[in-house]
């Protein structure tokens, strides 16, 4: 069971364009989502994050949009660069009791920025 | 400032062979720890997680089995590797408690089993 889905496997943008990354969830009890962005051969490093209680946070050229009745969120960069180029992960949290939270990602969207 | 560690990087191994990765967290105490394995073209796979000393929860049935017997290193073994156990492995720490829901992940270990 596939609970945090990223339809598109791949996204194609010209250079100072707007990427838009989508995501959907199937899991209500998800109360945190966050993506990450992941270089060939490398960790994933964390971009940006957002609470099930907002609709909406901004970091610099990143937004991310939460839907919760529609399960979707998505992730916008603007401007592109090439240097955005990379696999792109979303994830969604989920509480363990009070010890922590485990993540469940999706299969990623290659993002190829060109200039 | 918190920094995680990784290796070996690369590891070739046949298959039926032992195995034995090592993760290691500075910069911070009782950390959560997590195992991750990436195969080819999917994504991230949670195996692992830890939230102690010699706690370990298993997320997947496996070939796989996790330790942690310091309070910042995390080993991945196994006693017969398959070729199946290839893939890009990652170990991760967040901070425990209801503090974040943040994970880091180190640079990864690329294991091809032949």
């Known amino acids: 069971d596939q609970q945090v889905k990223q339809n598109s496997p791949s996204l194609s943008v010209q250079e100072g364009r707007i990427s838009i990354l989508n995501c959907d969830y199937t899991?209500?009890?998800?109360?945190?989502f966050l993506w990450y962005k992941k270089y060939p051969a490398e960790g994933p490093t964390f971009l940006i994050s957002?609470?099930?209680?907002?609709d909406k946070n901004e970091d610099g050229r990143f937004t991310v949009f939460l839907n919760k009745s529609a399960k979707h969120l998505s992730l916008h960069i603007v401007p592109s660069q090439p240097g955005d180029s990379a696999v792109y992960f979303c994830?969604?949290?989920?509480?363990?009791?009070?010890?922590?939270?485990?993540?469940?990602f999706g299969e990623g969207t290659q993002l190829t920025v060109n200039p | 400032s918190q920094t995680i560690h990784q290796w070996p990087a690369t590891l070739v191994q046949p298959v039926g062979s032992p195995l034995s990765l090592e993760c290691t967290v500075e910069?911070?105490?009782?950390?959560?720890l997590y195992w991750y394995r990436q195969a080819a073209g999917r994504g991230l796979q949670l195996l692992f997680y830890?939230?102690?000393?010699?706690?370990i929860s298993s997320e997947v049935p496996q070939n796989l089995s996790a330790s942690r017997p310091q309070d910042r290193q995390f080993i991945l073994s196994s006693k017969k590797l398959l070729l199946s156990d290839s893939g890009f492995y990652l170990c991760?720490?967040?901070?425990?408690?209801?503090?974040?829901?943040?994970?880091?992940f180190g640079p990864g270990t690329r294991l091809t089993v032949t």
């Open positions: 991760a720490w967040s901070l425990s408690g209801t503090a974040s829901y943040e994970q880091y």
């Open positions: 899991n209500s009890m998800f109360d945190y």
């Open positions: 957002i609470s099930s209680i907002k």
């Open positions: 994830a969604a949290s989920a509480r363990f009791g009070t010890s922590g939270s485990r993540l469940t």
């Open positions: 910069g911070t105490s009782n950390p959560n």
């Open positions: 830890s939230v102690g000393i010699g706690q």
